[in-house]
């Protein structure tokens, strides 16, 4: 997904880490609202970070028609004072096990009105007029809905997942079984013919002693004991074991803390072959730093997840940049980066004991495993190896090497998410740190994200001053369209400190300052006709989709600017497309009408973009009569889940198809959906499929 060029402000988020942000669809249901109200809403939402999508219900009938239609996320209604009954309407939701939250606007609510809608099940209860509120709740409601639907989703293919492991575990060759309190509660068919027993069943509930010989008794009972602490990995040993004719073998046993049925035991596997198991220990180290390696971090950590969080288990991970190690390597060689990090090992070593894990997982990134839940605790142990670090001077040929680093604590608790996201929020701590070496916890409650609008400012301006604004252009493909010209949309880019770009959808959407937004959208005009001017030298006919804010459709001066920019450039104006955003103007239609009727006397095309994002989009067709209609990028998103056409896009494509609109397919991103669009008679089609944006207009068309 990409977001036009326009006013926006810098996210301190790395794009590394992101590689892919994009708005989240929502699906809201309004009762009893008007068409300006519900407007209102989408496009409040839309201006933070949400692809809303609304529909107006009047009656229960029409509730009724609409939840068949497809699956909601949010219902917003008003309170009893109208002609629908809220309460009613919560019950139905109930019978019928619809999972959708009701958020209910009220214009004057009192104790005992918020308390009966509570009783009802209504999430919340909120002043009409107040959007910030709004915006909250329903973030809130969403994100518990979404974590509701992922965890009946897992609980699935959890179930699935587990069907098919008992189905491997029942065929397998290797001899399996698990054992809850000395007790066999699980065995296949070849750990009951290992002993020799040809029915399974008869060892069921049998105490594992009693397969091995009596002086192997008390070893085994101690293993097993051990074996159940869940701090403990996977064991291995030698004993002899004892068959159903009280002849013997010996057997070469691994024991495993492991769940199964919802039950804590020990899975018990045994090697049929008469060589013992021997566990290649090599495999899990760091060859340079004797430290384990990833593959070994990888499956500890998981482990420390999986003990935090049952609780009573917390602990840390410390993560650790080595800052300067790569610039090591490429001024004074490899052997001059190696030697710097058996340094980093041998610190690590020697400030933390043997029982807390240690790994180097790349070239420049060390963690801990820290075995202790005092945050505080750890974090001034991470704070001495710091300082230690920091004071070290490494002797390497003629150079003294230093090392500059940056330690991420990220607490393990019961509340903790799976291994990717731990390890993302130890990445992004780093680079919240701005290659600036210190200690540093991650903290939950923040936004990565987050900026102030005063912020946002200072960072647009300062990207002004140091020229680090770039466009990019993006190929708009004709698809069933005939046409001579090579249309591109131009997009934003920012050009961080280390020349990495920086994406449109990691910008706020907007910093609230109409000077500067014209100031933007001046610098985006400019640019982009100075380059339309170098292709048309090269005999190229393009066509340039060019967007501007809302906050200047009433400046008369930027029409005249506009002008006075086109002719001196001796370009056609009808080579230039201005994008204008459907959601914005539901709010300011008459702005918009406005705005578009300059442009139309300069001779300007206008494409609508975010066609069907609000429930106004045939009253705005009407009114700025486009020439290119976009559809909103949430249309298209659902058909690469789906591949159905959405009776609601569908509509709207007619309607712009019969009125002789070109319509255009943003966000392509699969074959399947380009096939459906051109048998849907889709004019044009951009995306990443086609082309990501690029800072030179060589699409082979």
């Known amino acids: 997904m990409d977001t036009p060029a326009k006013s926006t402000s810098i996210s301190t988020f790395s794009s590394r880490l992101n590689t892919k942000t994009s708005r989240a669809n929502i699906y809201i249901i309004f009762i009893e609202f008007d068409s300006e109200q519900t ?82 099940n209504v999430q919340a209860v909120l002043p009409i007029d107040s959007r910030e509120l709004l915006l909250l ?155 384990y390696n990833l593959n070994y971090f990888s499956n500890a950590l998981e482990s420390a997840i999986r003990q935090a969080q049952r609780g009573g288990n ?27 990090a058996r340094d980093v090992a041998d610190i690590l070593n020697d400030e933390y004991p043997k029982a807390h894990i240690k790994s180097r997982l790349a070239e420049n990134i060390f963690s801990i495993i820290y075995s202790d839940p005092n945050t505080q605790k750890t974090k001034q142990l991470a704070n001495a190896t710091f300082d230690r ?75 002004f001053e140091k020229e680090q604004l770039r466009l990019v252009f993006q190929p708009i493909v004709p698809l069933v369209l005939n046409s001579e010209c090579q249309h591109y949309e131009v997009l934003l880019r920012l050009i961080d400190e280390q020349n990495k770009s920086i994406l449109p959808a990691q910008f706020l959407t907007s910093i609230e300052n109409a000077d500067l937004d014209e100031k933007m959208d001046r610098w985006v005009i400019a640019t982009s006709i100075s380059r339309f001017r170098e292709e048309l030298d090269t005999h190229r006919q393009l066509k340039l989709f060019i967007s501007v804010t809302d906050t200047v459709w009433q400046r008369q001066e930027l029409l005249l600017w506009l002008a006075e920019k086109l002719r001196s450039s001796r370009i056609q104006a009808d080579h230039i497309v201005i994008q204008i955003s459907e959601a914005q103007s539901a709010n300011n239609l008459a702005e918009a009408e406005y705005f578009v009727k300059g442009l139309r006397q300069l001779k300007c095309l206008i494409c609508l973009k975010h066609y069907g994002s609000t429930n106004r989009s045939k009253e705005i067709y009407r009114a700025l009569d486009p020439d290119y209609i976009k559809f909103d990028g949430s249309f298209i998103q659902e058909l690469a889940d789906d591949i159905i056409l959405d009776t609601h896009f569908t509509a709207l494509l007619n309607n712009s198809k019969h009125s002789g609109k070109i319509t255009i397919a943003p966000q392509v991103e699969n074959p399947q959906v380009m096939s459906l669009l051109f048998k849907s008679e889709v004019g044009m089609v951009q995306g990443y499929y086609l082309q990501p944006p690029e800072e030179d207009m060589k699409y082979q068309f």
């Open 39 to 120: 407007s209102a809403i989408i496009s409040f939402l839309r201006d933070n970070r949400f692809a809303p999508r609304g529909k107006n219900i009047e009656t229960m009938p029409q509730l009724h028609q609409a939840l068949t239609e497809r699956s909601w996320d949010v219902i917003i209604c008003k309170d009893q004072r109208g002609s629908f009954n809220p309460f009613v309407m919560t019950k139905e939701l109930a019978a019928h096990e619809k999972d959708i939250p009701v958020i209910q606007l009220s214009e004057q609510s009192t104790y005992k009105d918020t308390t009966q809608a509570l009783l009802n």
């Open 137 to 291: 709740y329903i973030k809130r409601e969403y994100a518990q809905l979404t974590q509701r639907r992922k965890a009946r989703y897992l609980e699935q293919q959890l179930e699935e997942s587990q069907k098919r492991c008992k189905l491997l575990m029942d065929h397998s060759s290797l001899a399996i079984a698990f054992v809850k309190g000395q007790k066999i509660i699980y065995l296949n068919n070849a750990f009951s013919q290992l002993f020799g027993y040809q029915v399974a069943t008869l060892l069921l509930n049998k105490s594992i002693l009693s397969l091995v010989a009596s002086q192997e008794r008390n070893s085994l009972s101690q293993i097993l004991s051990e074996t159940g602490n869940a701090s403990q990995n996977k064991r291995t040993m030698q004993l002899l074991a004892q068959r159903s004719d009280s002849s013997n073998f010996t057997a070469h046993i691994e024991l495993q803390h492991i769940e199964f049925n919802q039950t804590q035991c020990i899975e018990i596997s045994i090697n049929s072959d008469q060589q013992p198991i021997h566990k290649n220990k090599f495999k899990d180290i760091d060859a340079i730093t004797g430290l």
């Open 314 to 340: 917390d602990c840390h991970l410390i993560y650790i940049s080595i800052l300067n190690l790569v610039e090591v390597r490429a001024q004074l060689g490899s052997e001059a980066s190696r030697t710097l």
């Open 389 to 463: 670090m920091s004071q070290h001077v490494c002797h390497y040929e003629s150079a003294e090497l230093t090392l500059q680093c940056i330690f991420a604590l990220v607490p393990l608790s019961d509340a903790s998410p799976g291994v990717q996201m731990v390890l993302e929020r130890a990445q992004s701590s780093i680079f919240e740190c701005a290659n600036t070496p210190q200690v540093i916890v991650f903290n939950s409650e923040q936004d990565p994200l987050a900026n102030s609008d005063q912020q946002s400012i200072k960072q647009v301006q300062k990207a």
